[in-house]
């Protein structure tokens, strides 16, 4: 059986998942959703009491992948598609960390790569 790779994305209140058989499958696949709600990422500064949310700071769409085993596998990570229409990277699922990205990368790369060396270092 191969093994299967789940990636979820969130959009407001709608919430898709698919299935694929490869990490690089499922990135992909992030990415083209995320390109799609991408004219969706224009947010205007919000105030809520005395803070303000500048739209970078807007999470607009989130993409989530994770390795075999679900929700239970050690392999997770994402992008937010923020409210200036950047993106940003990040591994893990409760307690998240920023991708640093390299000369030339971007969000999706920079997640590749990370999760890339991940799963590098559980097949040893």
Known sequence: MA??????VRDGPRVQRAHFDSLRAAIDAMQQRLKELEPKADREVVQ???????P??????RAEVSGPGGFWSSVHGGVDLRG????????????RSLVALRAGEDA???LR??????????SR
């Open 84 to 95: 200036d229409g950047s993106s940003e990277a990040y591994t893990g699922h409760v307690r």
């Open 108 to 110: 999706f790369d920079g």
């Open 113 to 122: 790569r990370a999760l890339g060396e991940q799963t590098a270092g559980l």
């Open 56 to 61: 970078a700071r807007q999470v607009v769409a």
């Open 48 to 54: 809520v009491l005395q803070r303000k949310f500048e």
């Open 3 to 8: 093994k299967r790779w789940t990636i979820t």
